[in-house]
């Protein structure tokens, strides 16, 4: 479910049809109502993103440290090692929030990386002539995580990374780090949070406490959930390289 359809979802559970289900000529998803343009979509998704943050703050676990590892196979090319980090197939997940460390290890060495100013991909050809040797860079730009140079003997790239639940930035994202099946608690706590909004509007406020009780129920869900998780599944997984695209 992206943004766009959570509003959608929060107006049905308000009693407020969105235009995506009725016959209004030039209708899409995530539109406001122009019979009830209140709540906003900018209030909606401020209401979404409250709730995200609620839920990282009371259950334990969800904001954390998490390793992944990378195959590297040695090579005499030039140019740096690129490898896709953030698409579905990438070294971290959407959860991401950053990346803190970058460890290159092979046989016994085990050397962390220097952050490079990603000015120097502005210089691609200087950079495309480099030979392979020791990595001893990497620089993260869009969606890529850049090594420099490239190895020439077969080792590891292993990254350190924040992870949490990362609240959809656009109408098209969905709310990273949280299985599906607690999207609607995400939801129910975000048409709370909207009743906090809707100052003078007694009937919305009425319709939004009632979501309190299942709400709370759908946390402690939550809570339960993130509790029995085994610690193995945050364990570094190692990823063939015959899985990544690599230039």
């Given amino acids: 479910m992206n943004r766009a359809q959570m509003r959608d979802w929060i107006r049905r559970a308000l009693q407020i049809p969105p ?3 009725t016959q209004l000529a030039g209708r899409y998803e995530g539109q406001a109502p122009p019979w009830r343009p209140e709540p906003s979509n900018p209030l909606i998704n401020q209401a979404i993103e409250a709730a995200c943050n609620l839920v990282v703050r009371e259950v334990p676990g969800l904001d954390q440290l998490r390793t992944a590892q990378y195959a590297l196979t040695g090579s005499t090319d030039t140019g740096p090692a690129e490898l896709s980090l953030y698409d579905d197939s990438g070294l971290v997940g959407p959860d991401a929030t950053g990346i803190l460390k970058v460890v290159w290890k092979a046989g016994d060495t085990r050397k ?7 000015f ?3 210089r691609m050809q200087d950079i495309n002539a480099v030979g392979a040797g020791t990595p001893s860079l990497y620089a993260v730009s869009g969606r890529s995580l850049y090594i420099l140079p490239r190895p020439n003997v077969d080792g590891i790239i292993e990254v350190l990374y924040g992870a949490s639940v990362l609240p959809p930035a656009s109408d098209s994202d969905t709310i990273a780090g949280l299985p599906s099946q607690f999207i609607p608690c995400v939801l129910h706590l975000a048409i709370v949070e909207l009743g906090k909004y809707m100052v003078g509007d007694n009937e919305m406020l009425t319709r939004a406490k009632a979501f309190e009780a299942q709400a709370a129920q759908e946390l402690d869900s939550v ?3 993130a509790s029995s998780r085994a610690a193995s599944e945050y364990d570094a997984q190692l990823i063939p390289d015959t899985r990544r695209y690599r230039r």
Avoid: F, S, V, Y
Avoid at 112 to 118: D, G, I, Q, R, Y
């Fill in 112 to 118: 962390p990386l220097e952050p490079a100013n990603t």
């Fill in 19 to 21: 235009p995506i289900d």
């Fill in 120 to 122: 120097i991909l502005t």
């Fill in 223 to 225: 809570l339960r959930w």
